[in-house]
């Protein structure tokens, strides 16, 4: 996939003129590629569309210009699959502050946990190791980005019409999976090169 670079950002000015449909767009877009896992997991498979649109919204909010622009390339260009991956941010959603706690707080390590089983066989996330996710006593953090490095047979498999793809969550705090519906294999599916 190609990467953004800073031709393909948009003067905040203009920005703002095209922001309303660009809005509506990645909502229809990131309606597919949304993934419920048990009742506090979302996970939302990024593309270089969502990441694009998570930059200008970033320089949007932050009016850091240029001086900010090298920053938000950075961290989000990690985040465009490579054509033989898939790339998932994992949200942990807990509206009420103390059960937040307590769920995140038992929750240490679930990068770790994360695969995608297509026809049986894991891939394993791969999480992000740009900032620790769980602290020293073991609490984690609400928001993880996880890759899975797929090979060219499994990306086969994946495409393959009928397979069947799975989300796991094994952590022994919260054992949860879904399976991938075909809308969303059919939007993945093009993530790979």
Request: charged letters at 25%; proline letters at 6%; glycine letters at 8%.
């Amino acid at each position: 996939m190609t990467v953004i670079t800073p031709a393909d950002i948009l003067p905040l000015d203009a920005y703002e003129r095209v922001r309303p449909q660009t809005r509506a767009a990645i909502i229809a877009l990131k309606r597919n590629r949304r993934l419920a896992v048990g009742p506090h997991v979302t996970v939302f498979f990024e593309c270089r569309d969502t990441m694009l649109y998570q930059i200008h919204e970033m320089l949007r909010a932050e009016k850091g210009g240029a001086a900010q622009l090298e920053g938000e390339l950075e961290a989000y260009n990690s985040l465009i699959p490579n054509g033989g991956e898939l790339i998932a941010t994992l949200m942990i959603e807990i509206d009420d502050e103390g059960l937040r706690h307590r769920v995140l707080s038992g929750l240490g390590g679930i990068e770790e946990s994360i695969a995608l089983e297509v026809d049986g066989e894991a891939v394993a996330a791969r999480p992000e190791t740009d900032v620790e996710r769980t602290t020293a006593d073991g609490k984690t953090s609400s928001v993880h980005f996880l890759h899975f490095p797929f090979t060219p047979a499994q990306i086969e498999r994946f495409r393959r019409p009928g397979a069947r793809v799975v989300f796991t969550v094994s952590h022994p705090g919260y054992g949860h999976m879904a399976v991938l519906p075909p809308a969303t294999m059919a939007a993945l599916a093009g993530d790979f090169s």
